[in-house]
């Protein structure tokens, strides 16, 4: 089993900014891709951005330019900076992990979500 546990998330005005955090734990081979997602009320769950271990990325096009997504492998973290927020980045954002067992199996995990108001 494989956990997630994210945070940084919590109330921040428009434009300004904050920095989620999610560590993978447990029974770990390789980690493939890592990313966050988010889920605003009444809405789907929407892609945010992702990372490969190698460092390839991919963004919505509604957060380039504003939000990054790093990772540090040794750590089995991911990172996200949002920076510019705006009222409609508020959701509950989850992290997500792809990760192959020792057989190259690949397996799909989400952490417990957290949530970011953006807000005056």
């Known amino acids: 089993q494989v956990q997630l546990v994210e945070s940084g998330g919590g109330l921040v005005q428009p434009g300004g900014s904050l920095r989620l955090s999610c560590t993978a734990s447990g029974s770990i081979f390789s980690i493939n891709t890592m990313g966050w997602y988010r889920q605003a009320p009444g809405k789907e769950r929407d892609l945010v951005a992702t990372i490969t271990s190698g460092g390839t990325t991919n963004y919505a096009d509604s957060v380039k330019g504003r939000f990054t997504i790093s990772i540090d492998n040794a750590k089995k973290t991911v990172y996200l900076q949002m920076n510019s927020l705006k009222p409609e980045d508020t959701a509950v954002y989850y992290c997500?992990?792809?990760?192959?067992?020792?057989?190259?199996?690949?397996?799909?995990?989400w952490g417990q979500g957290t949530q970011v108001t953006v807000s005056s």
């Open positions: 997500n992990a792809l990760v192959s067992d020792s057989s190259w199996y690949e397996y799909d995990y």
